[in-house]
């Protein structure tokens, strides 16, 4: 991103960027599609589709099954622009850039972000194929995106985390997952850089601390997207059992598989959330 110009400066060009490309469509909810996730953007309807790599000053996802674009349309009858796909660090994306896509849904208007990601279980009580709603996160990347020397030009640089996963948007998750009968856990999420799955050393580690379930994403996007004031509901799929719990040792392949199994589930769910909060105009 070595342009020259702020960051704000090139918001404003990717903005309308993906104004043109849009043709009108204004969603307030935005949905980032995570690890095995991103079919549920093949149930939008009259998706306008565009690629990251279309958008100035984007980087593009490499990460495997991360199709990488932004897929607009209406799900379940709601207006939504979600991305399929997402950028993370171990890619070798700095934190600004895997937060640049959140910064840019704001400014295109959305006030709700939905973030989804497969994660592994630290809690022996989580069962894999189960979701978990995150109540509240550990940011153990080492990093953050509002570092910088104009943050400020943005939003306000010091911004409170309380609440970051919104208590009224969890409330309706839980409701959401009661009438579908899908079991919906809450937890703490502990995310970091990767790309190496965890030691069963730093799992027992991370439990100490409360940490409920563990993955490479998220953590940046949701401090974005408060900063800027979103509002903001976490989901991860269990798609494996932590490293060391109960004897296990994860692997991309198992991660992919049970994504796979729990798709329907996963449409179901969201699908779900985002017709509850537009009903109850949250
Ligand atoms: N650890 C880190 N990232 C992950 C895991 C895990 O167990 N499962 C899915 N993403």
Not at 5 to 24: D, F, H, I, N, P
Not at 76 to 98: D, I, K, P, T
């Amino acid at each position: 991103m070595e342009s020259g110009l702020t960051l704000c400066e090139k918001l404003a060009r990717s903005t309308e960027v993906m104004k043109e490309a849009l043709q009108g469509c204004n969603p307030r909810i935005g949905v980032i599609l995570g690890s095995g996730l991103g079919p549920l953007a093949n149930e939008i309807l009259d998706p306008i589709r565009v690629p990251f790599k279309e958008v100035p000053f984007m980087k593009t996802s490499t990460a495997t099954g991360h199709v990488g674009q932004f897929v607009c349309g209406t799900l379940g009858g709601v207006e939504v622009l979600a991305m399929q796909g997402r950028l993370h660090g171990y890619e070798g994306n700095s934190a600004e850039e895997v937060a640049y896509p959140v910064w840019l849904m704001a400014s295109l208007g959305v006030e709700i972000l939905i973030t989804t990601n497969a994660a592994g279980a630290i809690n022996t009580s989580f069962n894999v194929g189960e979701f978990c709603l995150m109540a509240d996160h550990i940011n153990f990347t080492g990093r953050n995106p509002v570092v910088g020397t104009e943050p400020d030009e943005l939003a306000f640089r010091f911004f409170s985390m309380l609440d970051a996963y919104d208590p009224e948007l969890r409330a309706l998750a839980r409701g959401v997952a009661q009438d579908e009968h899908l079991t919906l856990r809450e937890g703490t999420y502990l995310g970091l850089l990767g790309p190496s799955f965890e030691t069963p050393a730093e799992i027992r580690a991370f439990r100490m601390w409360g940490a409920d379930t563990v993955a490479m994403s998220v953590v940046e996007e949701v401090i974005a997207a408060r900063h800027h004031g979103m509002r903001v509901m976490g989901i991860s799929l269990l798609s494996n059992m932590a490293c060391g719990v109960e004897g296990a040792s994860p692997s991309d392949k198992e991660v992919f598989e049970v994504a796979k199994e729990a798709e329907p589930k996963f449409c179901r769910l969201v699908t779900g959330i985002v017709r509850a909060i537009a009903a109850q105009c949250l």
